[in-house]
Every structure is written in C-alpha cells, then in structure tokens.
C-alpha cells in the first residue's frame, strides 16, 4: 500500500486527511465514525462532513476506508470467568472446613435450622398442593369477581395505615372511611367469602348496613363541627375500658365473625323470600335505636361527648345504655341470618361483659356529676341493655 492521499473536494469547506488508524474509539461522541458491519466481516467506516451531512449538498462524494476485523473474546472471556468462579467455590471447599463447622454446631443452631428447614419444606408443599388443586384455580373463574382477595388484603394494609395515622390526628376524612370499610370487609365478607368461595346474598347487605348503622354515630360530629375529630373537652369524658379489654373485645368480634361464617350453611341454601322478613325487623330496630339514642344524646351533650343533662328520653325510658345495645343487636341480627345460633350466642356474652365494664365506668363519672338526678334515673330505669332482661 502506498503513502497516505490527501483528498481535496475543490469548494468544499471540509478537507479529509486520513491518518494512520492506531486505535479506533467507538464513544457516542465520536460523530464523525458511523459504524456498519459489511459482509466480508470488515469494519466499515464512512468519513462525512458534518456541514455536508446536514445541508444534503453533496450526497455523493463520501469516502470509505477499510479498516483490519476487530478481534472478539468475549464468549472466551466469560466462559473463562464462569469457570474460574466455579472452580474457585471447590478450591475454597475442604473436608477439614467441614469438620469444623460440623463442631460449632448447638442445639439452638440445629433447633433454627430444622425449623428453617420444616417451614420451607412446608410452604413449598402448600403451593404445590394449591396450584394442583382444582378448588384453588376456582377463584379465577367468574367468581372470582365476587370474591377478589386481592382486594380485601390490600384494604386491610391501607386501613392499618390509615388507622396509625388516625391515632396521630393526621387522617383524612378519605382514610377514616377506610378504616371503617376495611374492617367491615373483613367482619362481613371476608369470613363467608372464605368458607363458600363466592358472596351472595345476606353479606353483601350487611356490609352496607354496617356502614350506615356507624355513619349514623359518626356523622352527628360531622353536622357539628365539619370533620370527624373530637373538639377539645375535659379528658375525664374520655370513658376508655383497659387497652387489654378493648383488644379482647375485637379479637372476640371478630371471632364470632368467623365462627358464624363457619357454623351457617352454604350462602345459596339460605332461604329468602318471608322467612327473612323478620331479620329485616331487626334491622330497622337496630338502625332506629341507634339513631334516637344519638340524637337524643347530641342535644343534651356539650362537644358530643360532655353531657348537659340526664337524658331520660327516647330509648332512655326504657334502657340506659341503647347505643351499646343497638351495636350488640347489630351483630346478632347479621349471626341470625346467617343462621349461626351458638355463635349468636357467643357473641352476645362478648358484647355484655365488655359493655357491662364500660357502664361501669359510665355511670359512675355521671353520679359523679350529677348526684342524685342519675341515681333516681337508675332506680327508675332498672335495665342496662335489654328491656326486662338485663
């Protein structure tokens, strides 16, 4: 090959010396190398003009030079890494290595890695089993739509978001409502939607009558005030059970629940039509005691949680506590259409002994504030939570 040419394109602003290739740079700023790959396995490199290239006027008068093949090791290179890696970990591997950890094994290593071991043998054989079985793909047929966990796990992690923000005063009234429904869902639809594998019928209802029986409660501060938080008051009216009770009292709630899911017949062998009329009853009772006893208490209450006055009206005549009475009633009207009687039952006896404490300390902060005006009330109105009962 000869001396290097200089090329001269007459007006062309761009003059080509094409130097000796040392070292080709493939960087993205390297405009000037357009790089193709011919079929003789040649590096290609096309010299232009940038002022050319870009005004199109001489089209016609690019230059090429070829160039040596670039040599390529990279499936060498790999396969050389992979294999140094590999021979490595069995370099690295002794018998007297073995030996030695054998001997600083304890019983409380051994205990963790059999129980490592056991659950993930058996969370390996729950999959399997599931995804065999035809009652698991039975989700991901139509009633699937009836019955989406997915949804019901993720309100439940939103509420409990929600309902750590709500301790902290920071909830919106958005979050609030998820709290509410997220518990709902899994009182009244998450238990039957487990032991049938689809919803119809009584949870469907009961999930909204949850919602308007509570909203009635909640939404006497939201015609007050605008929002749902409480206005400041003195803290003695802040009547609260032991945070153990309180959590007794749900974790029974929500068993109850359960139980009665469980313990009911099949959603679709529950009779409808005029068998039901009478737990339709119930409900208006349970919906109507709640709201009277509210209204009744909001007028004579100062902040919605001060009392004014003794109420002796409405439900009052004949109970002293309603709306703890209208939430036990709630719950056994819904135990009762799913014709759940023990666990109607069980959760009548976990609804009196939390509502018999939190009287307790009730009606002693009213004697306390009122004297002998509550105490004739008492003696006048014998009964805490059901007419000539108890």
């Given at each position: 090959?000869?001396s290097?040419?200089?090329v001269s394109?007459?007006?062309?602003?761009?003059?080509?010396?094409?130097?000796?290739?040392?070292?080709?740079?493939?960087r993205?700023?390297?405009?000037?190398l357009?790089?193709?790959?011919?079929?003789?396995?040649?590096?290609?490199?096309?010299?232009?003009?940038?002022?050319?290239?870009?005004?199109?006027?001489?089209?016609?008068?690019?230059?090429?030079?070829?160039?040596?093949p670039?040599k390529?090791?990279?499936?060498?290179?790999?396969?050389?890494?992979?294999?140094?890696?590999?021979?490595?970990?069995?370099?690295?591997?002794?018998?007297?290595?073995?030996?030695?950890?054998?001997s600083?094994?304890?019983?409380?290593?051994v205990c963790?890695?059999?129980?490592?071991?056991?659950?993930?043998?058996?969370s390996?054989?729950?999959g399997?089993s599931?995804l065999?079985?035809?009652?698991?793909?039975?989700?991901?047929?139509?009633?699937?739509?009836?019955?989406?966990?997915y949804?019901?796990?993720?309100?439940?992690?939103?509420?409990?978001?929600?309902?750590?923000?709500?301790?902290?005063?920071?909830?919106?009234v958005?979050?609030?409502?998820?709290?509410?429904t997220?518990?709902?869902?899994?009182?009244?639809?998450?238990?039957?939607?487990?032991?049938n594998?689809?919803?119809e019928?009584w949870?469907?209802?009961?999930?909204l009558?949850?919602?308007?029986?509570?909203?009635?409660?909640?939404?006497i501060r939201?015609?007050?005030?605008?929002?749902?938080?409480?206005?400041?008051?003195?803290?003695?009216?802040d009547?609260?059970?032991?945070?153990?009770h309180?959590?007794?009292?749900?974790?029974?709630?929500?068993?109850?629940h359960w139980?009665?899911?469980f313990?009911?017949?099949?959603?679709?062998?529950i009779?409808?039509?005029w068998?039901?009329?009478?737990?339709?009853?119930?409900?208006?009772?349970t919906?109507?005691?709640?709201?009277?006893?509210?209204l009744?208490?909001?007028?004579?209450?100062?902040?919605?949680?001060?009392?004014?006055?003794?109420?002796?009206?409405?439900?009052?005549?004949w109970?002293?506590?309603?709306?703890?009475a209208?939430?036990?009633l709630?719950?056994l009207?819904?135990?009762i259409?799913?014709?759940a009687p023990?666990?109607?039952?069980?959760?009548?006896?976990?609804?009196?002994m939390y509502?018999?404490?939190?009287?307790?300390?009730?009606?002693?902060l009213?004697v306390?504030?009122?004297?002998?005006?509550?105490?004739?009330?008492?003696?006048?109105?014998?009964?805490k939570?059901i007419?000539?009962?108890?």
């Open positions: 090959m000869g290097p040419v200089v394109l007459n007006a062309n602003p761009c003059r080509l010396f094409p130097p000796t290739i040392n070292r080709i740079s493939l993205h700023f390297n405009k000037h357009v790089g193709q790959l011919s079929t003789d396995n040649t590096f290609k490199t096309t010299l232009q003009c940038p002022l050319l290239s870009a005004t199109n006027l001489y089209p016609s008068r690019n230059r090429t030079h070829f160039v040596q670039i390529s090791s990279y499936s060498d290179t790999t396969s050389s890494i992979l294999g140094n890696s590999a021979l490595s970990n069995f370099e690295n591997f002794s018998l007297d290595g073995l030996k030695k950890a054998i600083e094994l304890n019983p409380i290593r963790k890695w059999v129980v490592l071991g056991y659950l993930a043998v058996a390996v054989k729950w399997v599931n065999l079985s035809p009652f698991f793909w039975m989700y991901f047929s139509w009633t699937w739509l009836f019955w989406p966990w949804i019901a796990i993720g309100l439940a992690i939103y509420g409990i978001y929600s309902f750590i923000k709500h301790i902290k005063g920071e909830s919106s958005l979050e609030q409502l998820a709290i509410v997220s518990s709902f869902t899994w009182l009244t639809l998450v238990p039957p939607g487990f032991t594998g689809f919803l019928g949870p469907f209802v009961f999930f009558v949850y919602h308007y029986f509570f909203f009635l409660n909640t939404s939201k015609r007050l005030y605008g929002d749902f938080y409480p206005r400041e008051h003195d803290p003695k009216w009547i609260q059970t032991p945070v153990n309180r959590v007794l009292f749900c974790v029974g709630v929500m068993v109850a139980f009665a899911a313990e009911g017949p099949q959603l679709h062998l009779p409808g039509g068998s039901n009329l009478g737990i339709w009853g119930l409900i208006m009772l919906v109507f005691l709640q709201y009277d006893s509210s009744y208490l909001a007028k004579y209450s100062e902040k919605v949680v001060v009392p004014t006055a003794v109420v002796q009206f409405g439900a009052y005549r109970i002293r506590h309603p709306i703890y209208s939430t036990g709630l719950f009207s819904y135990f259409a799913l014709r023990l666990s109607s039952l069980f959760v009548v006896a976990v609804c009196l509502y018999e404490q939190k009287a307790k300390l009730e009606e002693g009213m306390e504030a009122f004297g002998d005006e509550y105490t004739e009330y008492m003696n006048k109105v014998r009964y939570f007419p000539f009962v108890y």
